[in-house]
């Protein structure tokens, strides 16, 4: 079976607009989260969200493509040009029937979908943009991606809630395995923060309603959590075939070995109490990697500060790891990031393999009083440093689509 390693990785978050800078706000336990700018938000129950900050198109790309495109793509072009950077992968140098993009989202344009509906009561049919169709689709970020890159390879955007950045790096690494591919763009993006939005998570009762405190709304595995903070931005690797990999001399930060999904086949909003499905996704994963669940060093949670779904989680982890659940460590980068729905998962994955690269665990901040239910070790006050060789990262979405994705330090 081929091996498939990543080679690059690029983020745009609230914590920063470049992979670097995201990592190093984690590390240090800082919060994305502030109040709410990009619309008024006085009259809404809750009023602060996780806002990419300062954000400037990347130089490489047409500002004229790109004033058509919605937010969400712009935020994966970045990602995107970082990741291949980091690679240093000149996409004009390698085989372009390869080379793929499997890159999703969870809601797609719906900022231009909100503009537009905006433009038609104001001034009519004929004033609704020709280009709206192509650029709010879901898969709008993974035809600009190719079309940036020339890539000619596999292409598609796999839509699974917040689960969307996990099983499109999932299905990207099984596409490099059956070798349909030697390198895969791969990713998700989001640009959720909009008033409809908004409004329906906050009547779902799903946010963290701390608006006086922000950066201590979210509380991951904490008795006093009330829910998650709405986030945006986008997460990128890239995906390459080992041999593939060395010929060219490609920098190597780990290797994917294992992925999973699974869905609860329960409610479109309320995930299964009991962590039966995440376990199944969990399980998979380390079915594909020829891994045990002792064999895991530490978990990137899924970890959104709601009631139900940190204790859920933690079901799903001591069912699959037993015993060794308790040995493990487990952290939450939603504490800080908020959820960054579609692009959630991607860039989850990158902290994850970056841990493993570092031998270094994030803090779950905000985690001051645990629940006595959620007993695992969330790594709570600071970072710290460890050695990892295998880590997973967990996702688990609305519509109870789960994905677990494993990856363990490269070795020759």
Request: net charge negative; with cysteine.
């Amino acid at each position: 079976m081929r091996r498939v390693v990543i080679t690059g990785v690029g983020a745009v978050t609230p914590l920063g607009n470049d992979m670097q800078t995201t990592w190093q706000a984690l590390c240090a336990g800082q919060s994305g989260v502030r109040p709410i700018t990009r619309f008024d938000a006085s009259e809404y129950g809750v009023r602060i969200a996780g806002e990419v900050q300062n954000f400037a198109l990347h130089a490489a790309v047409d500002p004229r493509e790109a004033r058509r495109s919605s937010l969400y793509v712009r935020y994966a072009l970045n990602a995107v040009i970082e990741a291949l950077h980091h690679a240093q992968l000149d996409t004009t140098q390698v085989d372009r029937e390869r080379l793929g993009v499997i890159f999703g989202t969870g809601a797609g344009g719906i900022d231009l979908i909100g503009e537009n509906i905006a433009i038609l009561a104001e001034k009519g049919p004929r004033r609704v943009a020709p280009t709206l169709i192509a650029n709010m689709i879901d898969d709008a970020a993974s035809g600009y991606i190719a079309i940036h890159t020339g890539a000619l390879g596999p292409n598609m955007a796999v839509v699974a809630a917040c689960s969307t950045g996990g099983h499109n790096i999932g299905e990207a690494f099984e596409t490099i395995r059956r070798d349909d591919a030697d390198i895969i763009i791969a990713g998700g993006a989001e640009a959720p923060i909009v008033p409809v939005v908004m409004a329906a998570f906050t009547n779902m009762r799903g946010l963290a309603g701390d608006n006086e405190n922000p950066a201590a709304a979210c509380k991951p595995f904490d008795v006093r959590r009330d829910g998650f903070v709405l986030s945006e931005g986008a997460g990128a690797v890239i995906l390459e075939e080992l041999e593939h990999a060395l010929r060219r001399g490609a920098p190597i930060l780990a290797e994917v070995v294992g992925y999973g999904n699974s869905n609860d086949a329960k409610d479109m909003i309320a995930a299964g109490d009991d962590g039966a499905g995440p376990a199944r996704a969990m399980k998979m994963a380390l079915r594909k990697a020829g891994l045990q669940g002792s064999d895991l060093d530490y978990i990137n949670a899924h970890g959104t500060g709601t009631p139900l779904n940190d204790k859920a989680e933690t079901l799903a982890i001591k069912t699959v790891c037993g015993d060794h659940a308790h040995t493990l460590v487990v952290n939450s980068s939603k504490s800080m990031l908020g959820h960054m729905m579609g692009a959630a998962g991607a860039v989850e994955l990158i902290v994850a393999a970056l841990s493993v690269h570092h031998g270094v665990v994030h803090p779950t901040i905000n985690l001051e009083q645990p629940d006595p239910l959620c007993d695992l070790d969330y790594v709570a006050g600071s970072a710290r440093t460890l050695p990892i060789e295998v880590a997973l990262s967990n996702s688990i979405g609305l519509g109870g689509h789960n994905s677990a994705v494993i990856v363990k330090r490269y070795r020759a």
